[in-house]
């Protein structure tokens, strides 16, 4: 999945919930945000060996992954959950292991697990580099974003010239205004307006910009 879609479930978020609604615009979309981050992962390989993965090691892990799952998917939960968790366990450092990170995350989402997902997401972060690191943050702070302070404080640690910045801002800018805090939220998004965003990241910057000055 390209930034540029990424941008399209932001809009499409944006075009139907108000800023309140962030924690259900989350629960909505979550299979396209978390099943976006898999496969824009796919796409970033080479930061955890893809260069290797005609190696048998590793298309032995990757069919173990796709088996897991085909279990998920097939509503063979608990064996799909299982072979997900032994590759974490047992090859922990391997690509396909944040991959089973992902799809972990995104089977407590569905059971309503919120927290327990935000912390496989996290901890995805810590191991992987930028721009995926960014991008499960985002996710997780979209997981708990009824905690609006926890939520922005994740949002705190994405740096300026993370390709996400302003996507992050954004995230932020919605939930300050949550909080009641409009001339913070104004803040932020001019901030990521000044980080020059593209497609409609920009055009939804523009909107709210333009609601909140009247």
């Known amino acids: 999945?390209?930034?540029?879609?990424?941008?399209?479930?932001?809009?499409?978020?944006?075009?139907?919930?108000?800023?309140?609604?962030?924690?259900?615009?989350?629960?909505?979309?979550?299979?396209?945000?978390?099943?976006?981050?898999?496969?824009?992962?796919?796409?970033?390989?080479?930061y955890v060996g893809w260069t290797s993965y005609q190696k048998n090691r590793d298309q032995e892990i990757s069919g173990r992954y796709f088996t897991a799952l085909e279990g998920l998917e097939s509503g063979d939960g608990a064996a799909g959950r299982k072979?997900?968790?032994?590759?974490?366990?047992?090859?922990?450092?391997?690509?396909?292991?944040?991959?089973a990170r992902f799809a972990v995350a995104r089977d407590l989402v569905k059971e309503g697990k919120n927290d327990a997902a935000a912390l496989v997401l996290e901890e995805v972060?810590?191991?992987?580099?930028?721009?995926?690191?960014?991008?499960a943050i985002i996710n997780a702070s979209f997981v708990?974003?009824?905690?609006?302070?926890?939520?922005?404080?994740?949002?705190?640690?994405?740096?300026?010239?993370?390709?996400?910045?302003?996507?992050?801002?954004?995230?932020?800018?919605?939930?300050?205004?949550?909080?009641?805090?409009?001339?913070?939220?104004?803040?932020?998004?001019?901030?990521a307006m000044s980080l020059k965003p593209d497609g409609g990241l920009r055009k939804r910057l523009q909107q709210r910009i333009q609601r909140m000055e009247g």
């Open 1 to 46: 999945m390209s930034r540029v879609e990424v941008e399209g479930i932001f809009e499409e978020i944006d075009e139907q919930l108000e800023a309140e609604n962030v924690a259900r615009a989350w629960l909505k979309y979550q299979k396209f945000l978390i099943g976006g981050l898999i496969l824009l992962f796919v796409g970033l390989f080479a």
């Open 83 to 99: 072979g997900l968790l032994d590759i974490i366990a047992n090859d922990s450092e391997h690509g396909f292991a944040q991959l």
């Open 125 to 135: 972060a810590s191991m992987v580099k930028p721009p995926m690191k960014n991008l």
């Open 144 to 191: 708990i974003a009824d905690d609006d302070k926890r939520a922005l404080r994740r949002l705190g640690n994405i740096p300026t010239e993370s390709v996400f910045k302003a996507h992050a801002l954004e995230l932020a800018g919605v939930l300050t205004a949550k909080q009641g805090d409009t001339k913070g939220a104004l803040a932020l998004y001019k901030e």
